[in-house]
């Protein structure tokens, strides 16, 4: 048996060894590597320089700035503005991280930095309003999808510019055919998710009120009121954007994410929030159906201060501007937008660095940290080999697209993209249309970039309610084997004949 081999078997354990109570993902992927970096003869050095040093900075410096920005209640405040926008319309609300992430990577922002922006905001809706997290992930996330590859995104860019250098020739329609076919999968996604929302209660009926806001913290302190369940359902959640996770003390079952625990005053607070800090009204409509509109709590409708929302505004909206514009670190922008605010409001350090979710960040590291000492060792590329067959062009298309999906599961996405597009003239050579392979081939790496194994789950992860992540964990690990399986050969039906 190979170290490659070896290295995928260790991999599915890891993965069945989250079910135990308990047992810590991130720990253990660390512990692997390390073992297996000693069996296959790899320094621990380079071991160690597979730890992925820009993600900690990343989801550090990014859930730093939003966590100034909840303290300081301004965050809350521009859900707020987005809600109005919406006319208190839940369903509208639960579409706007797709049209934000959608327009971010349309406009040249990096994926990752798009997911850093977006995911609080969908997240954010998700504790606020009782929108299922995963679909409010799924939608914010099919968003910036949707957008990638527009003539001035990173994979529009890539996709033309390989093209070029590899003989594909493409006709002067293919940029607008690309960000055509972005968009019809973004919306197919986003449509199946709010239907599926509609029918299982993810997307609750009704509308939200925003009541008018109270009066403005004093700086250093913060509302430990949060959000409270709707009124009309059957039985309050212990906790906004709760899962089930809880038991009746209000303790997270430990899992894959193991670390989330929400505390018993959570729950009595939370519980006692729906009938002090929240209203909510029922009202019978002609078809009997009861609508329900949503009041959030005076924690999320606190006015932070004309002053200290638009200097907390200039500063988000400078992190936005340097990194889509200069191409700046977003990570770093973050970290040091965040120590300003921090400084500025004489805000309370430790309550930032409690809400940077560390556990999240040793998850991603740990296993980022597996699949860096997997690529060394060749595991996907023993991978791609096996699903090597012979076929008709169209086949070796879906083969293709297979090989992206598999490797994107575990790999950046644009680097998988950048590799197989070399295996794609030969089968245009041999009748396959440029335009519709370079399409399936580029969708087919991106669709499966929703999993809690790559920057973009740690990103979701960490921007959701602590009480919510770990059943997150196992929906989005759940949602990404799927991925692996439908959509490449769903790519490959929809747009390898364009």
């Known amino acids: 048996m190979t170290m490659a081999t070896l290295s995928i078997i260790v991999l599915a354990a890891l993965l069945a060894a989250t079910l135990i109570p308990g047992f810590d993902l991130g720990l253990g992927a660390l512990a692997a590597a390390f073992l297996l970096g000693l069996a296959a003869g790899v320094p621990t050095n380079d071991v160690t320089g597979f730890f992925p040093a820009d993600f900690f900075v990343l989801i550090v410096g990014i859930t730093a700035l939003f966590a100034v920005a909840q303290l300081n209640g301004t965050l809350d405040w521009l859900l707020d503005v987005l809600l109005r926008a919406a006319g208190g319309r839940l369903v509208l609300i639960a579409l706007a991280p797709f049209a934000i992430g959608a327009v971010l990577t349309a406009a040249g922002t990096l994926p990752a930095a798009a997911t850093a922006i977006v995911s609080p905001i ?26 990638l590859l527009s003539p001035l995104a990173v994979y529009g860019v890539t996709a033309r510019s390989l093209s070029d250098k590899l003989g594909i020739d493409l006709p002067g329609s293919a940029p607008v055919t690309f960000l055509a076919g972005g968009l019809l999968a973004g919306l197919v996604v986003c449509a199946g998710c709010l239907v599926a929302g509609r029918f299982t209660g993810g997307i609750p009926r009704g509308r939200a009120s925003v009541p008018a806001t109270a009066a403005p913290l004093a700086p250093g302190t913060t509302d430990p009121a949060g959000p409270a369940p709707a009124s009309g359902t059957a039985e309050p959640a212990s906790r906004p954007g709760s899962t089930g996770l809880e038991s009746a003390s209000g303790t997270t079952t430990s899992g894959a994410a193991s670390g989330d625990t929400a505390s018993s005053a959570t729950s009595s607070a939370t519980s006692g929030a729906t009938s002090g800090a929240t209203s909510g009204t029922t009202s019978g409509t002609t078809s009997g159906t009861a609508t329900v509109t949503i009041a959030p709590t005076a924690a999320a409708t606190r006015d932070p201060g004309s002053g200290t929302r638009a200097f907390t505004l200039l500063c988000m909206a400078a992190v936005v501007v340097l990194s889509v514009g200069f191409d700046m670190n977003v990570g770093y922008l973050g970290l040091t937008a965040a120590l300003v605010l921090q400084l500025a409001f004489r805000l309370p350090l430790g309550a930032i660095v ?15 940290t597996y699949v860096g000492l997997m690529q060394h060792l060749g595991a996907f590329k023993q991978i791609s080999e096996l699903l090597g067959v012979a076929g008709s062009p169209l086949l070796s298309l879906l083969v293709l697209c297979y090989v992206a999906g598999i490797t994107s599961f575990a790999a950046s996405s644009i680097a998988v993209f950048a590799t197989v597009m070399p295996l794609l003239p030969p089968l245009v050579a041999a009748g396959v249309s440029p335009v519709g392979g370079v399409l399936a081939v580029a969708l087919a790496s991106v669709l499966v970039d929703l999993n809690p194994l790559g920057i973009t789950g740690g990103l979701i992860l960490g921007a959701a309610e602590p009480s919510a992540r770990a059943r997150l964990f196992r929906q989005l690990l759940v949602y990404g084997l799927i991925s692996i399986v439908v959509a490449p050969v769903l790519t490959w039906a929809a747009f390898g004949w364009w």
């Not at 504790?127 to 409010?136: G, Q, W």
């Open 122 to 147: 969908a997240l954010g809706f998700a504790a606020r309003y009782r929108i299922s997290p995963m679909l409010a992930a799924v939608l914010g996330v099919t968003g910036i999808i949707s957008g």
């Open 354 to 368: 409690s809400r940077i979710p560390w556990n999240v960040v040793l998850l991603i590291g740990g296993l980022l």
